[in-house]
């Protein structure tokens, strides 16, 4: 059941919770939807055919007796996993929903849960999910781009970023301005980008994605950004 997700893929609504109730009524809310929907009883079930590239959020009862919720949500986001959750307890206990509030979770719900908090709060993980899915990506194209780009050009992008004029830019790069447009618009048919504002953007974009934690004004020439799938859970 391990599968190679991407952005495009059908999301899929992860139960776990040994009470098949719940499982049961998150079918009965999506059915006739193009949602899937998995139910599993143990952490330990879900961690062995869950796959980080499945979009989706997961529906998680907070005491399991192989592992808490908070365990699971703990190594979830140890692993960089970015799919939502929402938590249901049996039990309401305050600072334990303070905890994995805390710790991510886009909802926490006391059972027995009523069917139109479920699933407003399983649409609005799903939307999460797809939002972070889709920034995932967009930095990604950003990362193709940038490596595309000579050492030359990406010290133009970095000026640019930085919001000088293209007389500073042409007395830093020590060229003269007509050579500084010639190389913004180099960059501009390089990026596809239609124009300056775009191409502002874009540097702002980049310099944020690159910049050099250790310091800020240093430049991003040599910088090379890495979109890699989360590790193993299990």
């Known amino acids: ?29 999506f059915e006739g939807s193009h949602l899937r929907c998995e ?30 919720g908070l365990q699971l949500q703990r190594r979830l986001a140890a692993s960089g996993s970015m799919l939502p959750l929402v938590f249901v307890m049996s039990a309401a206990n305050v600072s334990t929903a303070v905890e994995l509030m805390r710790g991510g979770a886009v909802h926490v719900l006391e059972k027995p849960v009523r069917p139109v908090e479920l699933l407003t709060a399983i649409q609005e993980a799903l939307v999460l999910d797809h939002d972070r899915r889709v920034a995932v990506e967009r930095e990604a194209k950003v990362g193709e781009q940038i490596a595309a780009l000579t050492r030359k050009e990406r010290e133009v992008l970095d000026l640019i970023a930085q919001g000088k004029s293209i007389k500073s830019m042409a007395a830093h790069l020590d060229l003269t301005v007509r050579a500084v447009e010639q190389r913004r618009r180099n960059l501009m048919g390089k990026l596809q980008l239609r124009s300056l504002l775009e191409l502002m953007q874009f540097s702002v974009t980049a310099r944020r994605l690159f910049r050099p934690a250790a310091n800020s004004d240093q430049p991003w020439q040599d910088a090379h950004l890495e979109i890699s799938r989360p590790p193993a859970l299990v």
Do not use: Q, W
């Open 1 to 29: 059941m391990i599968r190679s997700g991407t952005l495009h893929d059908v999301p899929t609504v992860f139960v776990v919770d040994p009470d098949p109730t719940t499982g049961a009524l998150t079918k009965e809310l």
């Open 39 to 68: 139910n599993y009883s143990t952490c330990r079930e879900f961690l062995a055919v869950y796959d980080s590239g499945c979009p989706g959020c997961l529906v998680l009862e907070h005491r399991i007796p192989d592992m808490s």
